[in-house]
């Protein structure tokens, strides 16, 4: 069984969180040279772990992209922004409940170096991302697979999450507005969330600056049901002004 060295494991890291990357960029930012990386490559191309294209090593899920993959793209630096200050927070050994998303997935990667970390999640791409590493212990929620994202939702999945009690809940929206507070586009993902923020110390939600002044289906909750909010802009004043109401820390970055 082929195991990559340690500059391998850099490449692919690169290569899941962006997708693709020029053997020029890999060599650069690695201080080695072009042909270094390509002999890096091979056995992973034979592999299977990458892809490589005329120049360029690309990721396996790009070539099969699906929706989900689609809006990782989406405010992608913003999102890897937000994520880095969440992983913040999140100590070697601690506890979390991490739901489906695609900022809460750039949060999975940031956390990628932490070790012994206990996970709950609903998403297979969270899980796939945390599981196998550095000790920690993954625990994915059980129900029907949504086809768009691999989240896992329904009664099945709220019953399993409401067994763990941990120390940092960090949850995705779908829209901020401030009469409402927090929303998502379908029930089963505000019960979900409403299940989560009950067993968690601290409830942070991490959003791109796009979901502020944004209205959706179903409301999760008010701000006074969280703790932190992580964003990429400062709010609007009326949400800001009810999120200093409900005594929510907001950091932008």
Known sequence: MFHP???QSEILKKIRLKGTC???????ESGVSEETIR???RPMAAEGMLLRTHGHVVSPER?????????????????QRIAVEAAKSVKDGDSLIIDSGTTTSYVARALSEHSNLVVVTNSIDIAYSLSVRNGNRV???GGRLRNADGASLGPSAVDFVEQFTVQ??????????????????????????????????TVTVVADHTKFGQKSFVSVGGFDAIQKFISSAQPPPDIEEAMALGKVEFYAV
């Open 22 to 28: 020029s053997i020029a960029e890999l060599a650069l």
């Open 168 to 201: 940092h809940a960090i949850l995705s929206i779908k829209a901020v507005n401030a009469p409402h507070g927090l929303m998502n586009a379908y029930l089963s993902e505000a019960e979900f969330s409403r299940a989560v923020m009950r067993q968690a110390e």
């Open 139 to 141: 625990y994915m929620v």
């Open 63 to 79: 070539i099969r992209e699906t929706p989900f993959q689609s809006r990782m793209q989406e405010q992608k630096e913003d999102k």
């Open 5 to 7: 060295n340690r500059r």
């Open 39 to 41: 002999r890096d490559v």
